[in-house]
DNA sequence: GCGACAG
DNA sequence: ATCTTGTCGC
């Protein structure tokens, strides 16, 4: 696929201060409302993948293609990958690699990642209708954490499925409480987020799978949040349509496992 | 100086 | 993220 914005293509060289001031930039391209022709019911996939091996469906129609990305890590590099998914189907799987250049600071993965997953993306030939990333889009310090910037690089609608809050506010604790599968809570701007007023609605804690007593043992809540051209409502509501049954919504789960395996050979 | 901290 | 086997609970 296209690089709409190649101005944005994350670059390590940067210094930190040139990093920042392109996520303004960018979060002041993303559009946190929706933007595109998707529906809960079109992207739903209802039975865990299993086939992970792209494989051309006789009859898989011309739903919506959903692209889970994710990454892993060897000595020296990033390894991609990009699973392209239709009617709950891989139809395409796209692998891609750049040097490990910096270290992991907060607010700033995009620049170590982003550019494997720019290359992953580059070599994948279906135009995907959602991209779904492993870690944050609106909830960041600047409103643009990977999800986004992965979307605005691309002009495609995003998201981010994290499993840890990186900033923001439950407008309800979450902690202790118990949440049962399917329940959602809003997290709001602090005064972390420093792009928007506090309050500002900018993901949700959201429940994808609980065990039955809440006593013994409980299963954290994924946090969602819009990247690029999708409401948060709806990007929650996009993501609980993709889980059938695990924690991690498909997309994100069959590219884990994939780029897990791919790392860790040659 | 102290806390906060996606992957 | 990653280094790693068994083990507790449903």
Do not use: W
């Not at 290359?119 to 492993?134: E, F, I, Q």
């Not at 407008?171 to 309050?199: F, H, K, L, Q, S």
């Amino acid at each position: 696929m296209d690089l709409v914005r190649p101005g944005y293509l994350p670059d390590p060289a940067l210094d930190a201060d040139a990093m920042e001031a392109m996520q303004r930039d960018i979060a002041a391209d993303a559009v946190f409302a929706d933007e595109h022709d998707l529906t809960p019911s079109a992207v739903a996939i209802d039975e865990p993948i299993r086939e992970t091996a792209p494989s051309q469906a006789t009859l898989d129609g011309g739903g919506p293609v959903v692209v889970g990305i994710d990454q892993a890590f060897r000595e020296e590099e990033a390894v991609s990958v990009a699973v392209a998914i239709r009617g709950g189907r891989v139809i395409e799987r796209a692998f891609g690699r750049a040097p490990l250049e910096i270290p992991y600071i907060p607010g700033l993965l995009a620049f170590r990642e982003g550019a494997a997953i720019a290359d992953a993306l580059d070599s994948l030939t279906v135009a995907p209708d959602l991209l779904v990333c492993d870690g944050s889009g609106r909830i960041h310090y600047r409103e643009a954490g990977i999800a986004t910037h992965v979307g605005v690089l691309f002009d495609v609608p995003s998201l981010g499925v994290a499993k840890n809050l990186l900033c923001g506010t439950p407008v309800e604790p979450v902690e202790d409480r118990y949440m049962a599968a399917g329940e959602r809570v809003a997290i709001e701007a602090n005064d972390r987020v420093e792009t928007c007023p506090n309050g500002t609605t900018i993901g949700h804690f959201y429940q994808s799978r609980q065990y039955e007593n809440p006593e013994r043992r409980h299963v954290n809540p994924l946090v969602v949040s819009p990247g690029h051209r999708v409401a948060t409502g709806t990007a929650t509501d996009l993501v609980a349509a993709t889980c059938a049954g695990y924690k991690l919504p498909e997309p994100t789960r069959v590219a884990d496992a994939d780029v897990g395996e791919r790392a860790r050979e040659e």
